[in-house]
């Protein structure tokens, strides 16, 4: 697979180098001058490689070759990289002998030192002269800082006065290199007697040249990076792979000899330190050194300082202080050290590191390594390793927490403990949507459990049955709550009201009667007279759903306002284990139009959820914010919300939140383009995907369904579904916050439909259904119905009032898009009565408004309605309302004023407004008193006066 892995060969791709080297040999060549080079690089980089190109070129041009490496300098004798080199020659040395041992005898402390070492100096230096006096010699030094004092005495002198003929070629690592031997070659390059070339890591084309690997290849980049361009490890790295072996191989190879012999010198401190090393990390510090070898801080910063100096173990710039050379070389170091003292080596510096609250990343090794060695007392490891690694690491966690359930199956003593370690399996599962799993998991403890009340009962049944609801195991979670309820006398207090507020939320769902409402307002109380705010929280949210969907908003409204005030002052930390709270706040504000703090609250839960890898909170979240989006827009992250929630919905097995997410794809694709066939196919789906035996999201399905058959022409089919899920004309099945738009969805339909007398019924019935929940889009829906009427019936005066009412209702509760609607709805009756500017300016805002929310069909009808301004051309008009009592009257006065001048009785009005005659007395009187009339007569030729003066006034 790799042409050259695990060879180390005379080939070079180090070709720019090689060419100044031959560059430099042939001037020594041309002119005779001698001249030094040295060559510079970290372990590794192809300095030994580059060399033996220049030595195998230079042979080819008959030049003589000298060729020497140093040894370690503590055993090496004086001159002997020189004397090796000339022996290797064949160069019988006689008398040079002599004369070297003597120089031994002397200091060397400069190249002007003793007598008897300059006589070496001279003894060696004719030597060379000797071999080079029939022709150019080059003289190579490999590994020079590991050269004896003498050598380098002798290099200090070479520097002042080369050798004519000799090209001699020093190779050092300058981290290992002394300092009297780099103060030397820079001197001898501002002398320019030396020319100085450095090695650095090789580009990613002359890795590929390397390993023989195409451009672009995966493998190449992978190896590439791992070895930081450094030659030798990319090597050693591609003959692991190419053999298919682990890093255990490490222990074989060149690369493993060559690092063998770097350790040949150390004591048993040096070894037994980087050996830690190797175990502890990438990064390490003197202290856990210490904890691992067992020594004391003197030992560890002696073993540490001689390492340093072989440049074996490196200071970082950041804490911890230290690092090994290489992480190839903590590989080999890793392989060579004894397995049995790893176990205990990995077991030690996990206790450290979970003392010192280090991050996950640096534990997770070291769990990594206990997995097949580990005994019951490592349980607590596994187990903070596995809480601190469920946000980054799930995976890894799931790993963890199975060996730890293992572990404690295998001591009695620790059987206790499994319903905790379920539940952390449990969490560990559920950040990889692994949710069938997590809630069998738990099932399985909560039945092995032994009786008794259990620290982490309660939170580990609380959890199991979000699982069974998520997964559309209604029944199931309700049993398993039930059950925990009735043996719950050894369960704390608030573990009670716990259960029983779960059970009030996963079983009754977001609709509320007056018993759930008790129910849960005893939850409250309990939960405040505990001193739990959080869970105050939750029972509060709980209660204001309940509220609105009973169509009190009203109440609702302050119950959410003591719920936000809590949680407001709750950091997110105190707050990870009440993400369903805040996700069903959220969900409660939207319900009364609170749709900003709404989507704050979503977006707080969402972002707790994702952090602490509560991954089945999400389906939920997303959809609530996807339902926030498409109120007030954009329609573009209602769209991209929605689309991940279906996504992990489907992923996590959870029917009826998929069902759901898909009738809301529906409604997006309603709001973009109304009538697009997707809209219908997608509210098909979704209602074929939702179980046959789940309420809670029946009727959203339905009405996404009705919705999309009624824009699609289908308007009989529309009634028919709303019928049915409401359980006839008085939608008695359904919540009272449903009844407004499904009379105006009713209303429409029936216009579709033709039936104009029938759509006039249903919308009188959905300002009803509006007067009784107090919502201002409620209200503005009710207005949209009548005005959609009116429209039919080409009273325009009347419609254009109530579409711009209905826009003004649908503004100040941010529903932009629906203010949209409202305003291009209202333009062709004001373009009918003749007021050019005000529907100018109608159009304008329209326009504008869908362009914010992403409403391009909105944005295209009144780009059609401007253009067929523009053929009407040239009139104008004084900007009045078209009825002047418009601006006396409120909206509801105004239509009975108008439906009592055509002479129906105080009971007929009752009826067709389905309010009771009480109310309309009283709107009566209030019209008598506004328009100073007393009577039915005067008050029919009052609103006939006033709509001639409206006529004239054009």
Known sequence: MFGNAGKSTGKTIRHAELELLIATLDQVFSDGRGQLVELIGEPGVGKTHLLSALTSEAAGRQVTTLHARCINSERAEHFDPFLLALVAQGVPLGQLIDTVKASRQGPCDSPFGSLHLRCGFEALKREITRQAAHGTLLLVLDDFHHADAHSIGLVEHLVLAPIPNVLMVIAHRTRQASARLRDALAHGTGLGTVRSIQLDAVN??????????????????????????????????????????????????????????????????????????????????????GHLCGFTPEQVRGAVGTLMRADLIRSVDRPPAYSLRHPVVRS?????????????????????????????????????????????????????????????????????MRAALRLSSLSPHERHSRLDLSYTLARSLIAVDRVAEARDALREALLTAPPGPASGRVRAEV?????????????????LLEGELLTAKGSTADGAVTLALTRQLL????????????????????????????????????????????????????????????????????????????????????????????RRQLQRAESLARGARRRH??????????????????????????????????????????ALAIALQSACVTAAEPGDAQALRLAETATA??????????????????????????PLRGTALILDIGGGPDLSALPRVNHPDCFELLTRASLRAGDVLE???WAARAVYAADSTGLASHHATALAARAHVLTTQRQ???????????????????????????????APCALALDMFRETASMLALSKELARRTGASAIGRRAAEQQLMMEGVGGRTESGRDPDPLLSVLTTREYEIASIASEGKRTKEIAQQLNLSARTIETHLSHVYRKLGVSSRAALASKMAQSTRLGRSAR
């Open 463 to 479: 959890l199991c049955a979000q699982l069974d609801w998520l997964l559309g195991n209604r029944a199931e979670a309700q049993s």
């Open 204 to 289: 990613l084309d002359q890795a590929a040249e390397l390993l023989s690997r195409p451009q672009g290849d995966r493998v190449l980049s992978e190896l590439y990076r791992a070895s930081d361009g450094v030659p030798a490890y990319l090597l050693e790295l591609a003959r692991i792979r190419s053999n298919g072996e682990t890093t255990g191989a490490m222990a074989s190879g060149w690369q493993w000899s060559a690092l063998m012999s770097e350790l040949t010198t150390l004591g048993p401190e040096e070894s037994a330190v980087l050996s830690a090393a190797a175990v502890f990390g990438d990064l390490f510090d003197l202290e856990a050194l």
């Open 617 to 658: 909170f999400l389906p939920f979240i997303l959809i609530g914010l996807g339902k926030t989006h498409l109120a007030i827009g954009p329609l573009e992250q209602a769209r991209q919300s929605t689309d991940e929630g279906l996504r992990l919905a489907r992923e996590m097995g959870s029917p009826h939140l998929t």
């Open 796 to 826: 325009m005066a009347m419609a254009l009032h109530f579409y711009r009412n209905a826009a003004e209702l649908f503004s100040s509760v941010s529903l932009t898009r629906a203010q949209a609607q409202m305003l291009v709805s209202a």
């Open 689 to 714: 995907t939702l179980p046959v035996d789940e309420p809670l999201w029946r009727a959203d399905c339905a009405m996404s369904l009705a919705g999309a058959a009624i824009e699609s022409g289908d």
């Open 507 to 598: 079983v009754g769902g977001l609709q509320g009667d007056d018993r759930a409402i008790r129910e849960v307002a005893r939850c409250v109380r309990l939960m405040r007279d505990l001193r739990d705010p959080v869970g105050e929280a939750g029972a509060l949210a709980l209660l204001a759903t309940y509220e609105a969907s009973v169509g009190d908003s009203r109440a609702a409204r302050a119950t959410l306002g003591a719920c936000t005030a809590i949680v407001d002052q709750h950091a997110d930390r105190e707050l990870v284990d009440a993400i369903e709270y805040l996700a069903l706040l959220g969900w409660a504000q939207c319900g009364v139009e609170q749709y900003t703090e709404a």
């Open 332 to 400: 080999m170091l890793y392989a060579r050290s004894d397995p049995a003292w790893r176990i205990a080596a990995h077991r030690k510096a996990l206790h450290l590191l979970t003392t010192r609250g280090a991050p996950v990343e640096a534990q997770t090794a070291h769990v990594e390594s206990l997995l097949g060695q580990s005994d019951p007392g490592d349980i607590p490891l596994f187990v903070r390793a596995a809480e601190e690694a469920i946000a980054a690491y799930p995976s890894s966690a799931v790993r963890w």
């Open 759 to 761: 759509a006039d019924r």
